[in-house]
C-alpha cells in the first residue's frame, strides 16, 4: 500500500469516528438521562461540550501541520480519542461524562484534517477526486449509521459500549501509524516555522464555537439562546475578516484561497448543498423507526444500503475525472435532489424494492457530489496552500453538517405545530431540501458567467496591495 493510500485510509478513518461521534448520542438521550438520574434536557450539556471541544482548535490544525510533525500530531489526536472514549463509557456521573466527551471532540477533530493535509501535499492533480472520495465515503457512513449504534448498544446490550467500540479502532489506527510511519521514518519535513497569530486564533475559534453552538442549541429547541450565540459568533467572523484585511500575513487562517473562483464554487456548493442533504439519513432513520415503527437492525440495514452504495459510487471517480469535475457537479446536485425528492414515497413495507431503490440512488447520488465539491476545491490550489486550504474546507464541512442535521430535526417539529400527520411533515422535509440542494445549480451557472467569482477574487486580491 503506497503512502496516499495509507493516508487516505487515516483520513477516512478518522473522518468515520469524528462524524459517528457526532450524531451518536441522538438514540441514548432517554438511556443516558435514566443512567445518571437527570432530566433528558440536561443531557444537552455532553452534545454542546462535544460540539464545543470540536471546534475549538480546528483553526489551527494548518499552523501546528507547519510547525510540527504532521504524523505525531496525527497518532497523539487519536491516542487522547482513544483515553476519552473510555473515559466517556466509564463515567458515573453527568459531569465526568461532559468533560470527558469535550476532550473527544477536542482530540479527534485534529485528526481527520492533518490526515487530509498530508495526503492533498502528496497528490498530483489528476488523483485529487479519488482521494477525496475514498476519505467521504467512511464519512458518510459515519453520519448515517452514528444513530443505530447508539440506538443499537443501548438496546441491546448497554450505551457504555457504544463508546467502548472506539478503543479498538483507535487502538488499530495507533499501531498502523506506528508500523507503517512512524517506524519507517515517514516524517514529513517540517517547513517553514510559522509565528503564532494570537489574536486571529481567538477571533476564528470563538465564530466557529459560537456558530456551532448556536446551531446544536437551535437543534435542542433553545431558540433564545441559540440567537445569541450566532450573533455573537457572526460578530467574531465579521471581526476575523476584519483583521485578516487589514494584515499582509494572516497566519491561522489565511482567506485568500477564496481568489480560486475552483475553489469558491466548491465552498459555496458545499454550504447550500451540506443544508439541503447532510440531516437526510438522519431524518430517514427517524422516519422509518418512529413512523413505521422500523427496529433498530430493520432501520440500520436501510442505513447500510445507503452505505453500500455511497462506497460502490467510488468506483465512478475515473468516470467523474473524464467527464470534467463540474459536468459531475452538476449531474450529482441533480440526481441526488431527485433522489431525496423521492425519499417521501418510501414505504412501510420493511422488504419494499422501492425503499431500496430510492436509498440506494440517494447514497450514489449523496456520495458522488461530496467527491466532486470537496475535490474542485483543492484541484487548483498550489502545494504551499494546501494545508490551508483543506484546514479551511473542513471547518465549512464541520459547520454545514452542523446546519444540515438541525435543519433535519428542526423542521418536522416546527410543521408538528400545524401538521398532525408525519407522513405528510416528512413530504415536505424532503420537497424542501431537494429544492436546496437544486438551488445550487445557480453556483454553477454563475460561475461560467464568471461575474461574482471574478469580483470576489479581485476583491479579495486587493488586501495583498
Not at 66 to 84: Q, T
Not at 247 to 258: K, W
Not at 340 to 348: E, V
Not at 373 to 389: C, F, H, Q, T, Y
Request: aromatic share 14%; glycine share 6%; net charge positive.
Amino acid at each position: 500500500m503506497e503512502d496516499q493510500s495509507k493516508l487516505a485510509f487515516l483520513a477516512g478513518s478518522a473522518l468515520f469516528l469524528e462524524l459517528m461521534d457526532t450524531s451518536l448520542l441522538s438514540n441514548l438521550t432517554i438511556p443516558l438521562a435514566h443512567i445518571f438520574n437527570v432530566s433528558p434536557d440536561q443531557i444537552a450539556e455532553p452534545i454542546l461540550s462535544y460540539t464545543i471541544g470540536s471546534c475549538l482548535f480546528i483553526p489551527l490544525v494548518a499552523w501546528l501541520c507547519k510547525n510540527y510533525s504532521p504524523i505525531r500530531l496525527l497518532l497523539m489526536s487519536i491516542l487522547a480519542f482513544l483515553v476519552s472514549s473510555l473515559a466517556c463509557g466509564l463515567a458515573s456521573d453527568l459531569t465526568t461524562f461532559t468533560l470527558a466527551r469535550f476532550f473527544q471532540g477536542v482530540s479527534i477533530s485534529f485528526a481527520a484534517p492533518v490526515a487530509m493535509i498530508m495526503l492533498m501535499e502528496r497528490c498530483t492533480e489528476d488523483k485529487v477526486a479519488f482521494y477525496v472520495g475514498m476519505v467521504n465515503m467512511p464519512g458518510l457512513i459515519g453520519i448515517a449509521i452514528g444513530p443505530v449504534v447508539g440506538g443499537f448498544f443501548s438496546h441491546y446490550a448497554s450505551w457504555r459500549y457504544a463508546f467502548y467500540i472506539n478503543v479498538p479502532t483507535a487502538l488499530f489506527l495507533c499501531v498502523f501509524i506506528y508500523i507503517h510511519f512512524i517506524r519507517h521514518s515517514f516524517m514529513p519535513a517540517i517547513k517553514e516555522k510559522v509565528p503564532f497569530d494570537f489574536s486571529g486564533f481567538l477571533f476564528s475559534s470563538l465564530a466557529i464555537v459560537l456558530i456551532s453552538t448556536g446551531v446544536e442549541l437551535l437543534a435542542q429547541k433553545q431558540s433564545h439562546l441559540s440567537m445569541v450565540a450566532l450573533m455573537l459568533g457572526t460578530f467574531c467572523l465579521l471581526f476575523y475578516l476584519l483583521l485578516w484585511w487589514r494584515r499582509r500575513e494572516t497566519r491561522v487562517l489565511d482567506l485568500g484561497v477564496f481568489s480560486n473562483t475552483k475553489y469558491l464554487l466548491g465552498a459555496l456548493i458545499n454550504c447550500i448543498t451540506r443544508i439541503g442533504m447532510a440531516g437526510v439519513p438522519v431524518a430517514i432513520s427517524i422516519y422509518l423507526h418512529q413512523h413505521f415503527q422500523f427496529s433498530v437492525l430493520q432501520t440500520g440495514f436501510y442505513l447500510a444500503v445507503i452505505g453500500a452504495m455511497a462506497a460502490t459510487a467510488k468506483l465512478m471517480t475515473g468516470f467523474l475525472n473524464n467527464l470534467g469535475l463540474e459536468k459531475s457537479l452538476a449531474l450529482s446536485i441533480l440526481g441526488n435532489s431527485i433522489s431525496i425528492y423521492s425519499a417521501q414515497y418510501l414505504t412501510n413495507n420493511v422488504y419494499s424494492m422501492r425503499n431500496l431503490l430510492i436509498l440506494t440512488g440517494f447514497g450514489f447520488f449523496q456520495s458522488t457530489l461530496y467527491t466532486c465539491m470537496n475535490a474542485i476545491m483543492l484541484v487548483d490550489i498550489k502545494k504551499p496552500m494546501m494545508g490551508n486550504a483543506c484546514n479551511i474546507q473542513s471547518i465549512i464541512q464541520k459547520l454545514f453538517i452542523g446546519f444540515g442535521i438541525v435543519f433535519a430535526l428542526c423542521l418536522p417539529g416546527l410543521l408538528h405545530n400545524f401538521f398532525s400527520n408525519a407522513g405528510y411533515i416528512f413530504s415536505y422535509y424532503c420537497n424542501l431540501s431537494a429544492l436546496i440542494v437544486a438551488s445550487a445549480m445557480i453556483f454553477i451557472a454563475v460561475f461560467h458567467r464568471k461575474h461574482i467569482t471574478t469580483f470576489c477574487s479581485c476583491l479579495l486580491n486587493l488586501q495583498k496591495k
